[in-house]
T-cell receptor, first 115, second 113 residues
Framework: DGGITQSPKYLFRKEGQNVTLSCEQNLNHDAMYWYRQDPGQGLRLIYYSQIVNDFQKGDIAEGYSVSREKKESFPLTVTSAQKNPTAFYLC??????????????FGPGTRLTVL | AQSVSQHNHHVILSEAASLELGCNYSYGGTVNLFWYVQYPGQHLQLLLKYFSGDPLVKGIKGFEAEFIKSKFSFNLRKPSVQWSDTAEYFCAVNGNAGNMLTFGGGTRLMVKP
């Protein structure tokens, strides 16, 4: 089945530690995205990548880093510089074809808790 | 910059009641509009979308939304809700040249059986 996988589902981290969240897609999509979901705030864009080896900051990139070495993979690192990292993280992807009209497909999410 | 407002944060309805969730956006140009739904424990999934043409859009599970350009609104409706509609609903807008979506804050709907 085609889709987006994120791992792990739950992640616990001690303050001061970096942690990497995995996102893999087998939809052959060019574009991938990371969002953070907090209660009452909807989804906020952290980083996005429209092509391999290229990525751009979203609205709340501070304290996060990404890489896009392969088309199917877009890992997110939450660094110790992120002041409030406890949240639900969603990965998404979309095709770049004009007919797609920017519909994004989402993974199941990773819930990160900082202890 | 574009922004999206969902004024109802929590809605509680009884089964068979009618539903209307508000969504307003701020962007002066052409927009693509979406409603996503997140059922408990499940992926965020697309409910319906508007790109052009008929401003009344029909989606899955009996949902529909109407794009009213003059009001910058894209409200979601369903004539008769079911307990299985309990979920969080997100309105999203794409109005710029890239693939970026801007999401509203979400509305939690609880349907009482």
């Amino acid at each position: 089945d085609g889709g987006i996988t994120q791992s792990p589902k739950y992640l616990f981290r001690k303050e001061g530690q970096n942690v990497t969240l995995s996102c893999e897609q087998n939809l052959n999509h060019d574009a991938m995205y990371w969002y953070r979901q907090d209660p009452g705030q909807g989804l906020r864009l952290i980083y996005y990548s429209q092509i391999v080896n290229d990525f751009q900051k979203g609205d709340i990139a501070e304290g996060y880093s990404v890489s896009r070495e392969k088309k199917e993979s877009f890992p997110l690192t939450v660094t110790s510089a992120q002041k409030n990292p406890t949240a639900f993280y969603l990965c998404a992807s979309s095709t770049q074809l004009p007919s797609s009209y920017n519909e994004q497909f989402f993974g199941p999410g990773t819930r990160l808790t900082v202890l | 910059a574009q922004s999206v407002s969902q004024h109802n944060h929590h809605v509680i309805l009884s089964e068979a009641a009618s539903l209307e969730l508000g969504c307003n956006y701020s962007y002066g140009g052409t927009v693509n509009l979406f409603w996503y739904v997140q059922y408990p424990g499940q992926h965020l999934q697309l409910l319906l979308k508007y790109f052009s043409g008929d401003p009344l859009v029909k989606g899955i599970k009996g949902f529909e939304a109407e794009f009213i350009k003059s009001k910058f609104s894209f409200n979601l409706r369903k004539p008769s809700v079911q307990w299985s509609d309990t979920a969080e609903y997100f309105c999203a807008v794409n109005g710029n040249a890239g693939n970026m979506l801007t999401f509203g804050g979400g509305t939690r709907l609880m349907v009482k059986p």
